[in-house]
């Protein structure tokens, strides 16, 4: 079975200083990994996904993410965070079922703070 | 496109009671995930309908149920509601299998009191 880790519940960060969100995977097999952002009382919104192509993906709102199968991390990266940054961000992992078909494995969130 | 469209946004309800959430997909998807979202759990599966069939299911009690209509539209059940219901209740549609990931509503907000 897949498991996902996000090392850290809490991340604070300035304004234009780069942000890091950790996340480790664990899995059988190479993975599905994707990254949601949730701003509060909203759904979750897709940041960026890596389905076994380009090991470095980029995302929406300037974000990315590489995939290192040797750490069994993706990690998420901006160079420069912004104030509308601050959410909730929800490392993914896709599990295979019996049935064919993926259901996600959740990370427990990372609250980013982004200070003036 | 229109995204996923979850009705009601907020719902009071009492101890005992039942109620039923709704969730329309976008256009052409025809799985639905349904997910608990509480700050002590986290987010939770609690099933999946594709082509008005449940594929997946979570480990929910039996009072958590769900259905989808031949349009994809679906919808879930809370039956003999408790305290510990109170959560935002998400629902994810996708193409055939998920592999390429979920798109999410923005969720229906359930108080139980």
């Known amino acids: 079975a897949q498991s996902v880790t996000q090392l850290d519940s809490h991340v604070s960060v300035s304004e234009g200083t780069p942000v890091l969100l950790r996340c480790n995977y664990s899995?059988?097999?190479?993975?599905?990994l994707f990254w949601y952002v949730q701003h509060p009382n909203k759904g979750l919104q897709l940041l960026l996904k890596?389905?076994?192509?380009?090991?470095l993906v980029k995302g929406i709102n300037g974000f990315e993410a590489e995939f290192k199968k040797s750490e069994t991390s993706f990690h998420l990266t901006k160079p420069s965070a912004h104030m509308s940054d601050a959410a909730e961000y929800f490392c993914v992992v896709s599990d295979g079922t019996a049935s064919g078909t993926y259901k996600y494995i959740f990370g427990t969130g990372t609250r980013l703070k982004v200070l003036a | 496109k229109a995204g996923v469209t979850q009705t009601p946004r907020y719902l009071i309800k009492t101890r005992g009671q039942q109620v039923t959430l709704s969730c329309s997909p976008i256009s052409g998807h025809r799985s639905v995930s349904w997910y608990q979202q509480t700050p002590g759990q986290g987010l939770q599966f609690l099933f999946e309908y594709f082509s008005e069939t449940q594929r997946n299911k979570g480990n929910f009690p039996g009072r958590f149920s769900g259905r989808q209509f031949s349009n994809s539209r679906s919808e879930m059940n809370v039956s003999t509601l408790e305290l510990g219901d109170s959560a935002l209740y998400l629902c994810a549609s996708s193409g055939l299998t998920g592999y390429d990931g979920y798109t999410f509503g923005s969720g229906t907000r359930l108080t139980v009191v």
């Open positions: 890596y389905t076994s192509a380009a090991t």
């Open positions: 899995s059988s097999y190479s993975p599905s």
